[in-house]
C-alpha cells in the first residue's frame, strides 16, 4: 500500500500550525508555525474595554505560509501523497459576511474596520448582550440556553453578531450572515463560500450557536426578533443541518492546491474547535476528562449518550451529540484564564526591568521559570495567600464574564513566588470547581489527561492541580495535540479509517508522563479549596 499523508491544521490565538502526517501510522514528517501579522503588531484590538479581533489576511497568509513551508521540509514525494487535510480553530470567533460569503473586512470599504473582521473567542464586548439573550431564553417557551450549560456567553457568536449590528450602522447594512472562522477555512478551500452552501460544523454550532436538533436547528426567527429586530432574516439565510468531522465538505479547487502545492483531489473535512480536535489527538476515551491547557483551558468530556439519557447538564459550555466523536456526547467546560494569569503576573514583574533596564530584557523569559522553581520549594501547609482565577472573567462554572479575579491574605511577608503559588494554585481550584460540576451533574470521570504547553512544560503547575484535583493526570506524548487531532479526522474524511477511533488507534502516540496527587498535599488543599469557593462566593456576590 501506497503511503499517504494527512494535514491537520491548528489555528490558535496567537499563530497557526500545520503539520504533515504519516496516516498510517501518525508519524510526524514535518511541521510549521507562524504568528498573525497584523495580530502580532496589536492592531484592530483594545484590551481596555476587551476588544480582540482578527483580519481573515491574517488567516489567509498564515495558511500558504505554514502548509508550503511543511511540504518544503517533508521528504521527496510526500505533496503528491496528501489525500486530506482538516482545520480546528479558536471559538466562538465568528465574522460577518456579504451575499458571497466574504467577510467583510476583505471588501475595500471594511478593510481597516475591526467590526467587519473576526471576533477572536476572547473578545468580551458582548457582555450587555449576552445577558438580554440569558434573560429572554429563561422567559421564552423554549430556553434555547439549554444544552449549553444554560447560560450563554458573551464568548459566543449570537451575542458578538448582535453586538456588532448595534455597534455600526455601516456594517450592518453591509451584512448579510456570519460564518465561524473553523467553517470558513473550509468554505474557502473549497469553493463553497455563499452562505446557504457553506457547510457548518455540528462541534461550532451547537456548543456556540444554540444548534440543536429538538427545535430544528437554530433558535426560532421569532427568539431572534425578539431579542433584536436587527436580527430578523437572519436565521433563513443560515443553516438547518450540521456535520460531524469525520464528514467531508468536498475537495480543494484548482486556485487552492495550486497555492498550497497540493492537488484538487485533496479532501477538505468538516472543521472543528481546536480543544475539542485536540481532544481527539490526545486519545480521549469515554468519560475521561481531557483539559487543553494554553492561556486559557479547555476542558472536553465525551459520553454515551446512554448514560446521559434525561440529564442536561448545567453551567457548562455545551453537551451535544457528535461535537468530539460521533458516536458520543461530547460535553465542554473550561477556564477563561489560565496560562494568561502566569502572564499577566509576569508582566506586572518585568514592567520595571522594561523601563528601567532595556537591555536586559533577556532576563523576561526568565521569570516564570524561575517562580516555578521557587514556588515549588514552598511547602503546601505554608500557602497562605489565597487567589481567584477569574482575571478574564469566568466561563465555567456557570459563565460569567462580569467577575474578576482576586488576590486575598497579604501581607509584608509575601513574595513573588509566594503570590505566583496562589495563582498557580487559584488556576488549580478552578479546575476542580469544572471536574466537581460534572459529577454534580451526574457526569463520570474516569481519569484526566493533559495537553499543550503548560501540560507538557510545567511540572509544578501540573503536580498542583492533580494535588488540588486528587486525580492522575496523564500528559499527552504529542507536541501539538489540535493540529494531530485535525490530522486524524483528515484521514477519516478521506476514507482511509472507517471511524475516529480506528484512526485513534492507527496514529496515537500515547503519553509521556503521569502526575499522581501527593496524599498529604490532597489533605491540605481540600481546606484551601472551601476557602477559595468562600472567596469566589464574597466576590462575586458584593460585584468586586
Sequence with gaps: ?????????????????????????????????KHYPRWSEGKYCNPVINQYRQHPLDYIEALEFIVKDALSKA????????????????????????????????????????????????????????????????EWNIDFTKYEGGIYSSEWVWAKVLHLLREDEAVRKAAYSWVEHCDWMTALLTGKTRPEET??????????????ADWDGLPSEEFLVALDPLLKGFRERLFTETQTSDKAVGTLTKEWAERLGLNTDVVVGVSAFDCHMGAVGGEITPNVLVRAIGTSTCDILIADGRSLEGKVAAGICGQVDGSVVPGYIGLEAGQSGFGDIYAWFKNVLSWTVEQLVPERKDVLDQIIPRLSEEAAKIPVEES??????????????????????????????????????????????????????????????????G??????????????????????????????????????????????????????????????????PIPENVARYDELYQKYLELGRFVEEHRI
Design 1 to 33: 500500500m501506497d503511503t499517504k499523508y494527512v494535514i491537520g491544521i491548528d489555528y490558535g490565538s496567537d499563530s497557526a500550525r500545520a503539520v504533515v502526517v504519516n496516516a498510517h501510522n501518525g508519524n510526524e514528517v514535518a511541521s510549521s508555525v
Design 75 to 138: 521528504p521527496e514525494g510526500v505533496a503528491e501523497n496528501v489525500v486530506g487535510i482538516s482545520f480546528d480553530t479558536t471559538g466562538s470567533t465568528p465574522v460577518l459576511v456579504n451575499r458571497e460569503g466574504v467577510p467583510l473586512a476583505r471588501t475595500e470599504e471594511f478593510a481597516e474596520n475591526p467590526n467587519a473582521m473576526f471576533v477572536l473567542w476572547k473578545d468580551h464586548t458582548a457582555i450587555r448582550e449576552a445577558e438580554e439573550i440569558n434573560r429572554l431564553a429563561k
Design 199 to 212: 457547510v457548518r460544523s455540528r462541534c461550532a454550532a451547537g456548543h456556540k450557536a444554540m444548534w440543536h
Design 384 to 449: 497562605t495567600i489565597l487567589a481567584l482565577d477569574w482575571m478574564n472573567g469566568r466561563r465555567t462554572p456557570d459563565a460569567n464574564q462580569n467577575v474578576k479575579g482576586a488576590i486575598a491574605g497579604l501581607t509584608l511577608a509575601s513574595t513573588a513566588p509566594r503570590i505566583f503559588r496562589a495563582l498557580v494554585e487559584a488556576t488549580a481550584f478552578g479546575s476542580r470547581a469544572i471536574a466537581e460540576r460534572f459529577r454534580r451533574e451526574g457526569v463520570e470521570i474516569k481519569g484526566c489527561i
Design 451 to 516: 495537553l499543550g504547553g503548560v501540560a507538557r512544560k510545567s511540572p509544578f503547575v501540573m503536580q498542583t492541580m492533580a494535588d488540588v484535583m486528587n486525580m492522575p493526570i496523564r500528559v499527552a506524548a504529542t507536541d501539538q495535540t489540535c493540529a494531530f487531532g485535525a490530522a486524524m479526522f483528515a484521514a477519516v474524511a478521506a476514507g482511509l479509517y472507517e471511524k475516529v477511533e480506528d484512526a485513534q488507534k492507527a496514529m496515537g502516540k500515547g503519553f509521556e508522563k503521569e502526575y499522581v
